[in-house]
């Protein structure tokens, strides 16, 4: 029993000392962090601000609004994560989206997922508003663009150093001919050494 107390007690001291090394700092969003060597945040706003400003300046655009008269819109579809880590491609497609508006040069609509939601909420409108408040069906704007993509990676060790090369390849694609109208790549590279 004593022997068990004792032991008790070293492992709270090591616990609670380990917890007191602990320290924790609020950074600058834009500060560029990499603890792990994975892809991060600071990976994806790159890529993002970067591929968001070569997409804005190609032809597609002008050639669109010649024949149509209006800004195109867009949807941002799937981007597949096919890479060895776990990556949320969703940091990645909001951050594309809030350049896409916040440049004003095309419109974004809303993804497959977030429709369904307004379209719920539309439908309980019709039901539940009153009639000068609730909203109509088939008022939604069709998207003339889809961009879909795909991050790939491949990773090179020895002993104590790696390096991991991304690769991030979109296309943005006419919804009614298929027509791909842009196609952007983006490569980071990294090297880690432990």
Partial sequence: MKKLLIVMSIAGILVSSSCGNRKIERVDPNTQTDISGRWNDTDSKLVAEEMTKDVLTRAWIANFEKTHNRKPVVI????????????????????????????????????????????????????????????????????????????????????????????????????????KVWIGQKQIKKLVKN
Avoid: C, H, P
């Avoid at 961009?147 to 020895?158: A, H, W």
């Fill in 76 to 179: 941002i579809g799937s981007i597949r994560n096919k890479t060895s880590e776990y990556i949320d491609a969703t940091m990645f497609i909001k951050n594309m989206e809030v350049a896409f508006i916040n440049e004003g040069r095309v419109s974004v609509v809303q993804s497959a997922d977030e429709r369904n939601q307004l379209r719920e909420e539309r439908n309980d409108q019709q039901t539940f508003a009153s009639e000068e408040s609730k909203k109509k069906w088939g008022k939604e704007k069709g998207a003339d663009f889809m961009m879909n993509g795909v991050i790939t990676s491949i990773t090179d060790e020895y002993k104590n150093r790696k390096s991991v090369a991304y690769q991030v390849n979109l296309e943005l694609s006419d919804l009614e001919s298929n027509e």
